[in-house]
């Protein structure tokens, strides 16, 4: 098992958490982003730079993930690509991203971005919080202890 993290807008703190945990179960912890990220030095965890532009990272992750291996993201579609792999997505907040509801979460999705596109100002997501902090670190935690 691996882990991937789709990192061009993971939040740092679920980027020290997921160090912290790929160091302390020497799991391979792969950061993908378009540009270059911060890593710390370690046998088990790396940084890997794609070309700038749309999804170009996604596709990557897409093309590395095989069943059983983690990806970390908040993309929908990244994540419904994970699960028809047989891997597993869970948000930077601390929610899996399942068969059942994957599905839901891409056509609320496609919705709101149809009405962006048509000038309906919808907002975004709520700051980043504590609680999510939590909610991924105990998500990830469970995640962990049940593997192989």
Known sequence: MQIYVDADACPKVIKEI??????????QLTLVANKM??????????AMQ??????????KIAQLVEPGDL???ADIP?????????GHA???????YTKDTI??????????????SSGVETGGPSAFSQRDTQAF????????????
């Open 78 to 86: 990244l994540a419904a690509d994970v699960i028809a792999r047989g």
């Open 71 to 73: 990806v970390v993201t």
């Open 103 to 116: 599905q839901e979460k891409l056509t609320m999705r496609n919705f709101m971005d149809g009405l962006r």
């Open 18 to 27: 997921l160090f912290r945990a790929a160091e302390r179960l020497q799991i």
């Open 37 to 46: 990220l911060y890593c710390p030095p370690s046998r088990v965890i790396r």
């Open 137 to 148: 670190a105990k998500q990830l935690d469970k995640f962990l202890a049940k593997r192989p």
């Open 50 to 59: 794609v070309p700038a532009g749309f999804d170009v990272a996604d596709n």
């Open 90 to 96: 869970l948000n930077p907040r601390g929610e899996f």
